[in-house]
């Protein structure tokens, strides 16, 4: 009785073991409150880990970074960087097979016109039919009225190709045109 007196505690008939701890479970816990330490160290007392807040901060500041960066380095468009990017070799051939592959289904073969607008006339629906004003009305189309905008789809250089062709069709007075749509554009 008197050994047993070292290893339990009884009260009223309820004994109270003392087993002691497995040693793997010690251990754990004692990592967990060594990692507490050092989490602590780290991210409060300026070790130099971020916070979630700070590290959205940084990828915030990235991505405007990456924006600017993507609005400077293709340079603005003009007529005369248009006339020079349309003018290159082979250009008005690609843009005549981007034209049959994505367009020809609502503009005819020949662009005169089948549900969206002929292309070949002058009349124009959408700006003035400036180089700048059918790469615009391509690139966001309008969607309201079934046109779909094409800059999502279509490269750069694609867009450029099959404005260029487009422009090499004015005048050429297809077979069953479309009758005109929008105001005149002498
Ligand atoms: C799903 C049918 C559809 C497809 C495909 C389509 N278009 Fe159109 N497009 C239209 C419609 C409809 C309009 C007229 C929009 C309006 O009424 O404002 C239009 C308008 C235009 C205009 C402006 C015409 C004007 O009078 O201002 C251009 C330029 C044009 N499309 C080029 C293209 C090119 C280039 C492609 C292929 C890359 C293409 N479209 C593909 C339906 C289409």
Redesign the pocket.
């Known amino acids: 009785m008197s050994d047993n007196q070292n290893k339990f505690h009884e009260y009223d008939g309820i004994i109270e073991h003392d087993n002691p701890l497995p040693t793997w479970w010690l251990w754990s816990f004692l990592l967990t409150i060594i990692f507490s330490f050092l989490y602590f160290i780290h991210y409060s007392l300026g070790g130099g880990g971020l916070t979630l807040t700070e590290e959205l901060k940084v990828a915030m500041a990235e991505l405007e970074k990456t924006k600017a960066s993507a609005a400077t380095s293709s340079p603005m468009e003009t007529e005369d960087s248009l006339l020079a990017a349309f003018s290159k070799d082979g250009v008005v051939n690609s843009g005549a097979a981007?034209?049959t592959s994505?367009?020809a289904?609502?503009?005819g073969q020949e662009l005169q016109g089948l549900?969206?607008?002929n292309?070949t006339d002058k009349y124009?629906?959408?700006?003035k039919a400036t180089r700048m004003d059918?790469v615009k009305?391509?690139r966001d189309g309008?969607p309201e009225?079934?046109?779909?905008p094409?800059g999502p789809v279509?490269k750069k250089d694609e867009i450029y190709a099959?404005a260029a062709f487009?422009l090499s069709k004015k005048g050429s007075n297809p077979q069953g045109g479309k009758e005109p749509?929008?105001e005149a554009i002498e």
């Open positions: 981007q034209f994505k367009c289904s609502c503009h549900i969206g607008p292309l124009w629906l959408h700006g059918i009305v391509i309008v009225k079934g046109m779909p094409w279509m099959v487009i749509q929008g």
